[in-house]
C-alpha cells in the first residue's frame, strides 16, 4: 500500500478484441512471465492502494470476465456492449463506482509493465493527470501539448501539423481525476468523428474549458509499451525479463550467460545463489541466497535453500521444498516432496508426494510409484536411508530411518528402520543357454530365408 490522501479507484479497459494477436486466446489474459497481462495491470492497481477496481469487459470474452471473477468477484466487472470507443469503455464502469468518492485511474489491461510506482505521480490532483512518455519514433501517438507541466491538448497524429509531429512527448493513454470530475467531462464527450467513437483523450480539453487543472506526468516509454501482437507480447516479454536479469544481478545472484535465464513474474532468489545458464524459473520459485542451479534446469512452485543444488537437466515441481546441502542431479524431477538436509538423489529419478529424510540417498532410477490411476499417495524414506537403483517404492510406503533397499526393489510394504529389504524375482542361470538360443535362432532364420526363396522360383 501507498501512502494517500483520498481514496482511490482503478478503472482497467480490457474489452479490445485483440485480433491482431491472431490467437484463441483472449489478449489480455495471454502472459508475460508466466502472468497474465490483465493481472500485471491488477497488481499495479493493488499497489496504488485502490480500494475499487473494475475491469471493463466486452461480451465477446467470456473468459476475460470469468477471470476477474476469479480474482476480484463479480461487482468488479462492468461490460462495455457496443464498443464505441474508450471515453464510452470508461463510463460503462461509472455504476460500478457509484458512490465512490475519490479518484479515479484509468489504466490497460494490454499494457503489462506498467507499476504502482510508474502510476502514483498522477494522483493528488483536483483536475485531468495524463501519463506521458518520451518516445523514441513518436509515428502515430498523440502528441502532448504541454505549457510547462500544464497539459494544454492531446492532439492525434493525423490531425497534428508539421511542427507538432516534431514533439516527442506522447499520450500514453493512462489518465486520472476525480470520480465526480471524471464521469461529468464524460458525459459531454461527443462522437462526432470520422469512427463515431467516444475519446477518453477528449476529456481534457472539456477540462481546460472548465476551468479544471490538466497536467502531464512521466514515464519511460518501455513502461507504457501496450501489446497488440504477438511480436508486441514478445518484445514485452523480453523487456521483462531484462530488468528481472539487472535486478537480480544487482542483489548479488551469479549468472555467467544472464540472457539466457528466464525468471515469472514472482521468482525470488537470493544474494550468493549461482545461476548457470538456460535455466527457468516458473511460478512461485524460491532460491535462498548460496544455492546453485545448474545448466538446464526447470523450477517452479519450489524452494531451494542455501547450500542445496539442482541440476542440471533437473525438474522442481511445486510443492518441491529443499533443505540446504539437498543434492538433485541430472535427470531428476520432484514433485510435492520435503527433502531434508543432505539428502541426495544424484540421477534418473522420479520423486513425487513424499518426504525424504536427512542424508538418505536415492539411486538412480528410483521411482516413487505415487498415483494408482485414482488417487495419490505418499512415500516417506528415513534418516540416513539408502535405496539402490532402479528401485519402486509403491506409495502409500514407509521407509525407516538407515534402512537399506536392494537395487532393481519393487517395495510395496512399509519397511522397518535399519532393515535390509529385497524385491525382485530371484535370478536363475542356465549354463550354456545362450549359445543353444542363437543356434536355434539361426537355424529359424535359414529356413525362413530358404522357404522365401522357393516360393519365389515357384512363381
Known amino acids: 500500500m501507498t501512502s494517500q490522501t483520498r481514496a482511490r479507484a482503478a478503472i482497467i479497459l ?110 493528488n490532483s483536483d483536475g485531468v493527470t495524463v501519463i506521458g512518455f518520451e518516445a523514441r519514433d513518436p509515428g502515430a501517438y498523440g502528441r502532448l501539448i504541454l505549457d510547462g507541466e500544464t497539459l494544454t491538448a492531446i492532439t492525434e497524429a493525423k490531425e497534428a501539423s508539421a511542427e507538432v509531429l516534431a514533439v516527442t512527448a506522447c499520450n500514453s493513454g493512462v489518465m486520472a481525476a476525480p470520480a465526480a470530475l471524471l464521469f461529468a467531462l464524460l458525459a459531454d464527450v461527443k462522437n462526432d ?7 477518453l483523450t477528449d476529456v ?51 549468472m555467467s550467460a544472464p540472457d539466457t535465464v528466464h525468471f515469472a513474474w514472482d521468482t525470488q532468489i537470493g544474494g550468493g545463489t549461482v545461476v548457470e545458464p538456460f535455466v527457468v524459473f516458473g511460478p512461485g520459485a524460491v532460491i535462498e541466497g548460496g544455492a546453485r542451479i545448474r545448466s538446464f534446469s526447470h523450477v517452479e512452485g519450489a524452494r531451494v535453500a542455501s547450500g542445496a543444488e539442482v541440476g542440471p537437466y533437473a525438474r522442481l515441481r511445486p510443492g518441491a521444498d529443499l533443505a540446504s546441502g539437498v543434492k538433485i542431479g541430472n535427470f531428476v524431477e520432484v514433485k510435492n516432496v520435503k527433502m531434508a538436509e543432505g539428502a541426495k538423489a544424484n540421477h534418473l529419478a522420479y520423486l513425487g508426494d513424499g518426504a525424504v ?97 522357393k516360393s519365389d522360383q515357384s512363381k
Do not use: W
Open 357 to 453: 529424510g536427512a542424508g538418505a540417498n536415492l539411486g538412480a532410477g528410483t521411482i516413487f510409484c505415487n498415483y494408482d490411476g485414482f488417487n495419490k499417495a505418499r512415500t516417506e524414506v528415513g534418516a540416513g536411508a539408502f535405496v539402490g537403483s532402479n528401485s519402486s517404492l509403491v506409495a502409500p510406503v514407509v521407509i525407516g530411518d538407515g534402512a537399506l533397499i536392494a537395487s532393481g526393489s519393487v517395495i510395496t510394504e512399509n519397511v522397518p528402520a535399519n532393515a535390509l529389504a529385497f524385491g525382485r524375482a530371484r535370478q536363475t542361470v542356465k549354463p550354456e543357454a545362450a549359445a543353444a538360443f542363437r543356434v536355434q535362432a539361426r537355424a529359424k532364420k535359414e529356413a525362413a530365408k530358404a522357404a522365401q526363396t
Open 204 to 254: 481534457v480539453e472539456l477540462a481546460r474549458k472548465g476551468g479544471h487543472p490538466t497536467r502531464a506526468v512521466f514515464a519511460a516509454e518501455d513502461a507504457v509499451m501496450g501489446v497488440n501482437s504477438q511480436a508486441e507480447l514478445a518484445q514485452a516479454e523480453a523487456l521483462f525479463q531484462k530488468v528481472q536479469r539487472e535486478t537480480f544481478l544487482a542483489a548479488g545472484v551469479t
Open 14 to 123: 480490457a474489452a479490445g478484441q485483440g485480433t491482431r494477436m491472431k490467437s484463441p486466446l483472449p489478449k489480455v489474459l495471454h502472459p508475460v512471465a508466466h502472468r497474465a497481462m490483465l493481472d500485471h495491470a491488477i497488481d499495479a492497481a493493488e499497489g496504488l492502494g485502490c480500494e475499487r477496481i473494475v475491469v471493463v469487459v466486452g461480451d465477446h470474452s467470456p473468459e476475460v470476465r470469468a477471470h476477474v471473477v476469479k480474482r476480484l468477484g463479480e461487482a468488479a466487472v462492468a461490460v462495455q456492449d457496443p464498443p464505441l470507443g474508450t471515453g464510452h469503455a470508461v463510463r460503462a464502469a461509472e455504476q460500478a463506482l457509484s458512490g465512490f468518492d475519490g479518484e479515479v485511474v484509468v489504466t490497460y489491461g494490454d499494457v503489462p509493465l506498467l507499476k504502482a510506482g510508474d502510476i502514483e505521480p498522477v494522483f
Open 193 to 199: 468523428n470520422a469512427k463515431g467513437e467516444y475519446y
